[in-house]
């Protein structure tokens, strides 16, 4: 019997079949990926290179990648990259892999900064600096604050700053949300992605989340509300006047987190909802006269 020929072709129908037998959600496009970062091409030139054999060495690191992948590996970290925005990010198991519902909060903080010249933003919890080097990239003379408690996070975010060419517009602060913020500062917007995961939800996610991506970019406390209390309570001492709060929030949080901000002091405006038409960002605006 002649042995099976491993054509580019080949290898993408065995996988995409296995995968999808192991409940997978996307088992071709996982297939896609993973071969083409093996390959290092772009998805698209697995189309036309079909009937290619890659060598046996490329085989067995495809291989590897499917098995940690079965051990429910988020494909993004495989990878090394995930896109955001039309932009390549740099990720690693340091920081929390960027959603497309994130986008909605950088379509909405782009919308206010338009006429702002010279915008200050002040990002906090930047991970892998996704909502920090987007803004800075679509917006050419804002500068950001990006802020974040791991270390291991900042240099992924100051790897994609200096990628897309934004380093220079960027200033990375290592510490506590506002604690490594020098006194006195004030910005037009602070942006925010903060963890809002509960203990009950924590449990019930998918193990490519729960067991793979950082805790701490995650836990919201046991309410899930901490840290929009934290910054609803303290964000108003670094708004300028009439500055602008975006913090992206569960499905499930929008009541509570307008009251936070209404209980605040702040003028409470439109909460947004992401492609699946869910609330996703709340918007809060400091009052021009407090």
């Not at 930047?126 to 950001?144: D, E, F, N, P, Q």
Request: charged share 25%; net charge negative; proline share 7%.
């Amino acid at each position: 019997m002649a042995a099976a020929v491993w054509t580019i072709k080949a290898l993408l129908d065995w996988t995409t079949d296995y995968l999808a037998k192991k409940d997978f959600e996307s088992p071709r496009l996982e297939a896609q990926l993973l071969l083409a970062h093996v390959l290092n091409c772009a998805k698209i030139d697995l189309l036309v290179r079909y009937d290619e054999t890659p060598t046996e060495s490329a085989r067995t690191a495809y291989r590897e990648l499917i098995q940690r992948r079965i051990e429910h590996w988020p494909v993004a970290y495989l990878t090394g990259t995930k896109e955001f925005y039309s932009l390549a990010f740099e990720v690693s198991p340091a920081v929390l892999i960027p959603r497309p519902d994130t986008e909605t909060l950088i379509l909405e903080a782009l919308r206010l900064l338009k006429p702002i010249p010279n915008p200050a933003i002040l990002d906090l919890g930047t991970g892998s600096g996704c909502i920090a080097v987007t803004l800075a990239k679509h917006h050419a003379t804002a500068r950001l604050t990006a802020v974040d408690l791991s270390p291991d996070a900042l240099d992924v975010a100051k790897r994609n700053a200096t990628k897309h060419s934004v380093a220079e517009r960027i200033r990375f602060l290592q510490g506590d949300l506002w604690n490594p913020v020098p006194v006195g500062s004030t910005f037009d917007m602070i942006v925010s992605n903060p963890p809002y995961v509960t203990p009950a939800e924590f449990a019930s996610l998918d193990a490519t989340v729960r067991d793979h991506e950082p805790r701490l970019a995650l836990d919201g406390g046991p309410d899930g509300l901490a840290f929009y209390r934290r910054i609803a309570t303290a964000g108003g001492a670094f708004l300028k006047p009439g500055g602008w709060v975006l913090v992206e929030i569960g499905s499930t949080q929008d009541s509570a987190v307008r009251s936070l901000f209404a209980d605040a002091g702040y003028e409470v405006g439109k909460t947004l909802k992401d492609m699946a038409d869910l609330p996703r960002v709340v918007t809060a605006r400091r009052l021009l006269k407090d």
